[in-house]
């Protein structure tokens, strides 16, 4: 079973940075695809940005250039690097993990999540 365990989320005043980090378990993490994704009351849950087992990204176009997402396949982590945050960044924070039976041919996905991290900008 994996386990996925989010930490760093707060209170920040816009145009501050925070780090958000995941912390996984029960699976090969370098084999796994993984992701933060954030939802807001009463809408649904929005990729953020993905980084692929091969180290590829991908983010939605309201955070590229301020977010970063990283790995460390040693210490089986995975991090959202947040600046130049904007209220509308505000939302519960989910840390995704997507498990591949073959993970050399990409097939036979499985999605985790993890409990969310709240992040609020705000002055």
């Known amino acids: 079973q994996v386990q996925l365990v989010e930490s760093g989320g707060g209170l920040v005043q816009p145009g501050g940075s925070l780090r958000l980090s995941c912390a996984a378990s029960?699976?090969?993490?370098?084999?796994?695809?993984m992701g933060w994704y954030r939802q807001t009351p009463g809408k649904e849950r929005e990729l953020v940005a993905t980084?692929?087992?091969?180290?590829?990204?991908n983010y939605a176009d309201s955070v590229k250039g301020r977010f970063t997402i990283s790995r460390d396949n040693a210490k089986n982590l995975v991090y959202l690097q947040m600046n130049s945050l904007k209220p509308k960044d505000t939302a519960v924070y989910y840390c995704?993990?997507?498990?591949?039976?073959?993970?050399?041919?990409?097939?036979?996905?499985?999605?985790?999540w993890g409990q969310g991290t709240q992040v609020t900008v705000s002055s």
């Open positions: 995704n993990a997507v498990v591949f039976i073959r993970p050399s041919k990409r097939v036979g996905r499985r999605d985790y």
């Open positions: 980084i692929t087992n091969g180290g590829s990204t």
């Open positions: 029960g699976s090969i993490f370098s084999d796994n695809d």
